[in-house]
T-cell receptor, first 111, second 116 residues
Framework: DAKTTQPNSMESNEEEPVHLPCNHS???????IHWYRQLPSQGPEYVIH???SNVNNRMASLAIAEDRKSSTLILHRATLRDAAVYYC????????????FGKGTHLIIQP | KAGVTQTPRYLIKTRGQQVTLSCSPI?????VSWYQQTPGQGLQFLFE???????NKGNFPGRFSGRQFSNSRSEMNVSTLELGDSALYLC???????????????FGSGTQLSVL
């Protein structure tokens, strides 16, 4: 499975934008980039996913580099409820593999 | 629409015992996958079922098994429990109907298993 690299932790202030980076230099052409987040005492929650083009939804935006070797999850205006562990994951388009979660980025939001 | 339901929420067992965990997926979802989460190893994939068939399996010993029923509900069984099996076991369901890609997963809150 292609692997991803994320910073262990990041800190941001409430109501400011947050950019969470993810490196995936060995990504293949059929791999989708998914982001999930896990709040304390809960299961992971889907945030967004994309293949080549940038994506937006009500939760966040996903910016994908032109060479697809990196991506950035953007929270436009962080709130205290966004404090969670964020996982960047690649899913293969060619097999029914389970998601391979790395350690993720622990996002801390300061009031 | 009800979310993914896992029962029980908490479980305490002793070494050598066996345990069965249950997962009810979101209505209409036919894919169910299971994950183990520990502080040291993070989230690790156990297996995935679709239409009562195991489609893929992670790197876990044979003591870990599962099954899926015709109503898509799934159970996971761990036999001969070891201390290291203490973990949060998460179930996720998906609409994925193809042999590739799991699509968007919806996770339950998990079953916290403690092995003493």
């Amino acid at each position: 499975d292609a692997k991803t690299t994320q910073p262990n932790s990041m800190e941001s202030n409430e109501e400011e934008p947050v950019h969470l980076p993810c490196n995936h230099s060995t990504i293949s052409g059929t791999d989708y980039i998914h982001w999930y987040r896990q709040l304390p005492s809960q299961g992971p929650e889907y945030v967004i996913h994309g293949l080549t083009s940038n994506v937006n939804n009500r939760m966040a935006s996903l910016a994908i580099a032109e060479d697809r070797k990196s991506s950035t999850l953007i929270l436009h205006r962080a709130t205290l409820r966004d404090a969670a562990v964020y996982y960047c994951i690649l899913t293969s388009g060619g097999g029914a593999d389970g998601l391979t979660f790395g350690k993720g980025t622990h996002l801390i939001i300061q009031p | 629409k009800a979310g993914v339901t896992q029962t029980p929420r908490y479980l305490i067992k002793t070494r050598g015992q066996q345990v069965t965990l249950s997962c009810s997926p979101i209505s209409g979802h036919r894919s169910v996958s299971w994950y183990q989460q520990t502080p040291g190893q993070g989230l690790q994939f156990l297996f995935e079922y679709f239409s009562e068939t195991q489609r893929n399996k992670g790197n876990f010993p044979g003591r870990f098994s599962g099954r899926q029923f015709s109503n898509s509900r799934s159970e996971m069984n761990v036999s001969t429990l070891e201390l290291g099996d203490s973990a949060l076991y998460l179930c996720a369901s998906s609409l994925a109907s193809q042999a590739h890609g799991l699509g968007k997963l919806f996770f339950g809150s998990g079953t916290q298993l403690s092995v003493l």
